[in-house]
T-cell receptor, first 114, second 117 residues
Framework: GENVEQHPSTLSVQEGDSAVIKCTYS??????FPWYKQELGKRPQLIID?????GEKKDQRIAVTLNKTAKHFSLHITETQPEDSAVYFC?????????????FGRGTSLIVHP | GAVVSQHPSWVICKSGTSVKIECRSL??????MFWYRQFPKQSLMLMAT?????????EQGVEKDKFLINHASLTLSTLTVTSAHPEDSSFYIC?????????????FGQGTRLTVV
């Protein structure tokens, strides 16, 4: 099955700095890569996603890049703010035979210090 | 976006009792729902894929007799933790996708914090 590795597990930055979270996946058949933000005790919320037919996508301060050849994708947050502090999960989604099933990375706890 | 509602948000039960958690898609029909378990500061671990009108597909290592999943309608899936024990205490989250034909965003329920005492 699919295996998703995510690094780092914890990331601490100063307000205004950039933050980068990296993920790798194992199955070249994966074609959809969402990123979720989860605040403490709350449900994961999609913040950005990318499909395998593009290499980069940007939404204001958030961007995601995808390298299909190397099978890795990254989340970039610029001008970080304290409210960006949360756990971020990457995922790779594949359809092994039935439904599209996302496999999640282990998560990155982002702490933005004011 | 699509709304997935999960109930209850938290529950405390005695060891040996059973607990039922409901997951509803409020504004769309979901032929497939996913159940996850999340330990503190850890990732979302897929437990099973719930299919409307058929048996759930369980991930390796998940006891199907302990975690009973029923997907009776296109908008409701339930997870029953049977004979719960303290080690079953965890955060359980369901998710659903609007369309099964396309690889798209999964919407999550708000989660259920289960504490077994």
């Amino acid at each position: 099955g699919e295996n998703v590795e995510q690094h780092p597990s914890t990331l601490s930055v100063q307000e205004g700095d950039s933050a980068v979270i990296k993920c790798t996946y194992s199955d070249s058949a994966s074609n959809y890569f969402p990123w979720y933000k989860q605040e403490l005790g709350k449900r994961p919320q999609l913040i950005i996603d990318i499909r395998s037919n593009v290499g980069e996508k940007k939404d204001q301060r958030i961007a995601v890049t995808l390298n299909k050849t190397a099978k890795h994708f990254s989340l970039h947050i610029t001008e970080t703010q304290p409210e960006d502090s949360a756990v971020y999960f990457c995922a790779a989604s594949i359809k092994p035979g039935g439904s599209y099933i996302p496999t999640f990375g282990r998560g990155t706890s982002l702490i933005v210090h004011p | 976006g699509a709304v997935v509602s999960q109930h209850p948000s938290w529950v405390i039960c005695k060891s040996g009792t059973s607990v039922k958690i409901e997951c509803r898609s409020l504004d769309f029909q979901a032929t497939t729902m996913f159940w996850y378990r999340q330990f503190p500061k850890q990732s979302l671990m897929l437990m099973a894929t719930s299919n409307e009108g058929s048996k759930a597909t369980y991930e390796q290592g998940v006891e199907k007799d302990k975690f009973l999943i029923n997907h009776a309608s296109l908008t409701l899936s339930t997870l029953t933790v049977t004979s719960a024990h303290p080690e079953d205490s965890s955060f359980y989250i369901c998710s659903a996708r609007v369309s099964e034909e396309h690889n798209t965003e999964a919407f999550f329920g708000q989660g259920t914090r289960l504490t077994v005492v």
